[in-house]
């Protein structure tokens, strides 16, 4: 009887069993002592969605492009255009899947406005922003990996009254790095600084040196004028509003004044010394001026004429 003829499956599964057998197998624990570290998941899932409007300046351009830089888990978007209404950047966020947000606002291409808002529910704060000065400008010999995670440092004022603390939750959620981020680096490199000083937050980011804490700034920098929270995102009832805040019309509405002014007390004290002025000092009898006479070469004006002869 005739030998049944392999197959090439039968072929490939005795080859396989060859090299199971010579296949080397190493032990399932390592020399080590430490165990070795299960590769943890990106829980939490922050992402910012950082833009801004059209007319913005090219300082504030500079600006939004270097926190785009620090903050790995932002994400960015083209201009908005001013016609639309603000509640339209929660549509974005959700097309974005982002549930954070830094709007940057310009009006008349001088004031730029900061909005940071959880959305798509809430809260928001509107800021003005002032003092901008970014990382190229300052040309600071701090420097930083890009990617790497920050710690946030808050001045003690933060937790004095209600809506310093939700500035500073707010801050919190949105500046810092989730852990395990994709794009992040597991280690701490440099420092956010928040600090309030006359009733404004001022923002700093520096570089840790050495372990001794000593730090050298990185920039960017800019402060922070609150001037209204809102319990919604961009808009709803007001949490808070700022009693010092002066919008920049009217201090460049005062500044016109005082020039203005200046003129104007001018012109009044001109006045007044003319008012105070008084031609003759005493009383004079006019006719002591009966026998005064005036030589022809004296004579000016209409006293000329007393001189002319008739030929």
């Known amino acids: 009887m005739a030998k049944k003829k392999r197959t090439r499956a039968d072929v490939e599964k005795e080859e396989k069993a060859s090299q199971k057998e010579n296949d080397v197998h190493l032990p399932t624990t390592i020399s080590s002592d430490e165990p070795l570290k299960k590769i943890k998941k990106w829980i939490n899932k922050e992402r910012v969605l950082v833009f801004s409007s059209r007319g913005v300046s090219y300082r504030a351009r500079h600006l939004m492009k270097d926190l785009r830089t620090l903050m790995p888990h932002s994400k960015a978007e083209s201009k908005m255009d001013k016609k ?9 966020c959700e097309m974005k899947n982002c549930n954070k947000c ?15 808002a959880n959305a798509p529910r ?10 901008v000065h970014t990382m190229l400008e300052l040309k600071m010999t701090g420097n930083c990996l890009k990617g790497s995670r920050p710690l946030l440092s808050f001045d003690k004022t933060f937790d ?25 680096q597991p280690f701490y490199d440099n420092v956010y600084t928040f600090s309030i000083h006359d009733n404004r937050i001022w923002f700093r980011n520096y570089q840790i040196l050495e372990e001794d804490g000593s730090l050298a700034e990185i920039g960017p920098r800019f402060v922070l004028n609150p001037i209204r929270m809102f319990s919604g995102s961009f808009g709803g009832p ?31 004290s001109k006045q007044a010394r003319k008012d105070r002025y008084l031609p003759d000092s005493y ?11 005036i030589r022809p070469e004296d004579a000016k004006g209409a006293d000329k004429n007393t001189f002319y002869r008739v030929t």
């Open 102 to 116: 830094i709007f940057f606002e310009a009006k008349k291409r001088k004031d730029l406005y900061m909005w940071i």
């Open 238 to 268: 007001t949490l808070y509003q700022n009693p010092t805040f002066v919008s920049p019309n009217e201090y460049r509405r005062s500044l016109k004044q005082k020039v203005a002014m200046k003129y104007i007390d001018k012109l009044h």
């Open 122 to 131: 809430g809260p928001s704060v509107k800021f003005l922003v002032e003092n």
């Open 84 to 92: 639309d209404q603000l509640f339209v950047v929660n549509e974005i």
């Open 160 to 184: 004095s009254e209600p809506h310093w603390t939700l500035m500073k939750e707010l801050f919190t959620q949105i500046f810092s790095t989730p852990n395990y981020h994709p794009k992040s």
């Open 283 to 293: 009383k004079m009898d006019p006719t002591d001026e009966v026998f005064v006479t």
